[in-house]
């Protein structure tokens, strides 16, 4: 597998940040050893045998069920067992039943934790700290691992820029740059740095451009021209790759016209080709039969074919490959040799992982993995960064030694299964800690709790017993939000705003005159507009997993400072999405223009601008991409760059001094966007290209380098080859995406 270097380099005072890669390379990449490997065995397999290992089942009841089927070879995968003694069953009747004693991949959706839940992957992402996201991901592999399940579907890397789309909450958000250091984080994660029995196949997916279904609806078409695929939706797979990830997923789409499962463009000529991707490539869930109702092929074995055909090497539940791939390869419809070619990445995946010799796990052991306490400390890490302060009129941090009474509102304070988010198959919400048990915990004796709603889309018409106990209390914490039901796949909404009557709630809290508190757990940034004059803060958490408590109850106290960044575009409403940072420049660029509240009804036709907005809603989000509060305050200033002109091969140095201004310790983001004013083709009015979480104490100023090398500017023009185009360029250094004064300079 490709290897990628970090240029990280620190250097007392002056803090040298990134650019981009992981610290040290991974180690796990095929050999000649390996190659040998799975040559020997590939040579002593039937064309029957050969299939078996290209077909994929989900584990349903008694290992009976599949014993035969194990026996005879016709499984090379099992996903959602995971149960270790069942899981160490299967693979006994594969080593000591089969003819050839291959073991099985056992496969498991294990995307934000395994039994210690952490925040979804798009609250992750809003930490803007890959090492803290692979430490995530490397405790997943530890508990996930020690019962038997070896390989993931994960990471999701779906660039999402309308937050309709349920599958937001799954993946990093609307920015490739980001979605990419992510990517390589939850790689080394899950697959370890070193190849041992804990490393867990990462599965990045979905290939490709699932996140831009039309209308945010989910499995909908997409429309991707090769450029964007290349220069928004590929980079965060690629970097992947490099990674070192091991297997990858076709998706459920079909972009201009072509199902994924079927596109040999994507996954031969790009993945395999371009990029020399030797790893496995699966479907998604029966996405190759579905490739019939998309009207792409007559029936499954004309599928099976297509899907060989692009690249496929393993069919995840249509039974397509199974059922068809000995007659086509006897009627010389397809050749064994593109069949030898699957098998290969699939053995060699399974050599890869150490399969062969550590097949069993030990059941007692296993369970003694799950939610440990570091692990548990991992995740409560993890949900305090990933929240994201998006209003404070002073009310927050709180002050625990003067507080005397709370009152604890709203549908998700005590939501041990929702909080955990989608896709928490493994999480028991036992283990939860909602945040009125943290503050329960906390503050005995001085909490009290009414809900308001039980659920978020119960409707009331009034409120009186949470308003007479917000009435008699210091301070009110009300938590809101959406269940985990209301995102992920198949969970994709119309309508944005706080369902049911959370506003309403709101309101009546606010009309109390007490300091009101709100914290949203959604899975999607949610339209918060008409709310935010109704609290005082707002605190935004995702969903924040099984230490989601301990974590609001450490930030809404001070006792950690709020730091996350939002990792997609929070909109005025739903109507102006897709809205993201990152768009191209229209012709009509808008400034701020008069909207319609704004104007007498006698305006003429050419009154209102004549650019590029919504007369309701103006084209200003309600918060940019890459934005959050602290309790603290940070100050940009000298920025400069080392050269005015730099050759392609050079690495633009930034230097700048960041200074903590507030009375508290925090950390900021520092992030660096740029912008090419001319290209071959238009290009994004702004583009991340490296960010840092830096902590300062208070008062405390730090000297910063960034360093970014100029071919990192390089995208594919209007020519389809990919390099850097010479020109004028501006580059900002701030907090979020909106803020900063440019600084110019050119690339010769
Ligand atoms: C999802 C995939 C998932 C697979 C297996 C599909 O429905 O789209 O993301 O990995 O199921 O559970």
Redesign the pocket.
């Known amino acids: 597998m490709k290897q990628i270097r970090t240029l990280c380099l620190a250097a007392g005072l002056l803090l040298a940040v990134s650019c981009r890669g992981p610290k040290t390379d991974s180690t796990i990449g095929a050999s000649s050893d390996t190659e040998r490997r799975v040559e020997s065995l590939l040579s002593r397999m039937t064309l029957a045998e050969k299939i078996g290992q290209m077909n994929q089942v989900s584990a349903g009841g008694d290992v009976s069920n599949y014993a035969d089927a194990l026996r005879k070879g016709q499984i090379g995968s099992i996903?959602?067992e995971v149960d270790p003694a069942k899981i160490n069953e299967y693979q006994r009747i594969c080593l000591e039943e089969s003819r050839l004693g291959i073991p099985l991949l056992v496969a498991r959706?294990v995307i934000h934790g395994f039994h210690t839940v952490f925040p979804i992957p798009l609250g992750l992402a809003a930490t803007f700290d890959p090492d803290l996201v692979e430490e995530g991901a490397r405790t997943a592999a530890l508990e996930a691992t020690a019962q038997g399940v070896r390989w993931t579907?994960s990471p999701?890397l779906d660039i999402a820029r309308d937050p309709r789309w349920g599958r937001i909450a799954e993946g990093s958000g609307e920015d490739t740059y980001l979605d990419a250091r992510m990517a390589e984080a939850m790689v080394y994660g899950y697959q370890g740095r070193q190849a041992d029995s804990t490393s867990m196949a990462a599965c990045i997916?979905?290939f490709v451009g699932y996140g831009a279904a039309e209308g945010g609806r989910d499995y909908n078409s997409t429309f991707l021209t090769e450029r964007q695929l290349r220069n928004v939706y590929l980079p965060p797979f690629e970097a992947a790759v490099k990674a070192g990830a091991l297997t990858l997923?076709t998706s459920?789409n079909d972009n201009d016209g072509v199902p994924s499962t079927g596109n040999t463009f994507v996954v031969k000529d790009v993945l395999r080709g371009e990029w020399g991707f030797d790893g496995l490539v699966v479907t998604?869930?029966n996405s190759m039969g579905e490739m019939i109702a998309h009207g792409f092929g007559t029936d499954r074995k004309d599928v099976a074919r297509k899907a060989l055909e692009a690249g496929v090497d393993m069919d995840?539940m249509t039974y397509g490959f199974l059922s068809h791939l000995e007659e086509l390869v006897k009627t010389g419809a397809v050749k064994e040799s593109a069949i030898d070619d699957a098998v290969r990445n699939i053995l060699r995946v399974k050599v890869l992982l150490g399969l062969f010799e550590h097949p069993y796990v030990d059941v007692e052991k296993g369970v003694a993995v799950q939610y440990a306490p570091e692990h548990l400390a991992a995740a409560q890490r993890s949900a305090e960064e990933s929240v994201i302060l998006l209003k404070n009129d002073g009310v927050l941090p709180l002050k625990a030694a003067t507080v005397r009474s709370i009152l604890v509102t709203g549908p998700m304070a005590d939501a041990p299964h929702d909080q955990l988010g989608t896709w928490a198959f493994d999480g028991d919400k036992g283990h939860t800690v909602t945040p009125l048990k943290a503050l329960r915990e906390r503050f005995p004796g001085k909490v009290t709790f009414v809900p308001g709603l039980r659920y978020s889309r119960e409707k009331r018409n009034a409120f009186q017993d949470v308003v007479a106990a917000a009435r008699r209390a210091d301070v009110v914490l009300v938590f809101l939000g959406e269940e985990a039901i209301l995102s992920g796949?198949a969970h994709s909404l119309a309508d944005l705003n706080l369902k049911g009557s959370q506003s309403e709630l709101l309101a009546a809290l606010k009309a109390t005159g007490k300091p009101v508190v709100a914290t949203v757990m959604a899975g999607r940034p949610l339209t918060v507009e008409r709310d935010l004059p109704n609290c005082n803060a707002l605190l935004y958490a995702f969903h924040p997993g099984t230490m989601g408590g301990p974590a609001l109850a450490n930030l809404l106290f001070g006792d950690v400072n709020p730091s996350g960044k939002t990792p997609v575009t929070f909109l005025r409403t739903v109507g102006q999405a897709p809205l993201y940072y990152s768009h191209n420049m229209t012709g009509r660029p808008y400034n701020g223009e008069t909207l319609i509240d704004d104007i007498g009804m006698e305006a003429g036709q050419t009154s209102l601008g004549n650019t590029s907005y919504y007369l309701d809603y103006g084209a200003y989000p309600l918060f940019p991409f890459g934005y959050g509060l602290s309790y603290t305050q940070f100050a940009y200033s000298g920025i400069v760059l080392d050269k005015a002109v730099y050759g392609k091969d050079d690495e633009i140095k930034v230097s700048l001094t960041l200074s903590n201004t507030g009375n508290c310790d925090g950390t900021e983001v520092v992030q660096v966007y740029v912008r090419d004013l001319v290209g071959s083709v238009t290009r994004p009015v702004k583009e991340l290209k490296s960010f840092e979480r830096v902590s300062l104490k208070a008062g405390e100023s730090r000297d910063l380098e960034i360093r970014i090398p100029v071919s990192e500017l390089a995208f594919y023009g209007l020519d389809g080859v990919k390099k850097v185009e010479p020109g004028d360029f501006q580059l900002w250094v701030a907090g979020d995406s909106a803020s900063g004064d440019p600084v110019p300079f050119t690339v010769q």
């Open positions: 996903l959602n959706d579907f999701m997916k979905h997923m459920f998604d869930w995840m796949e």
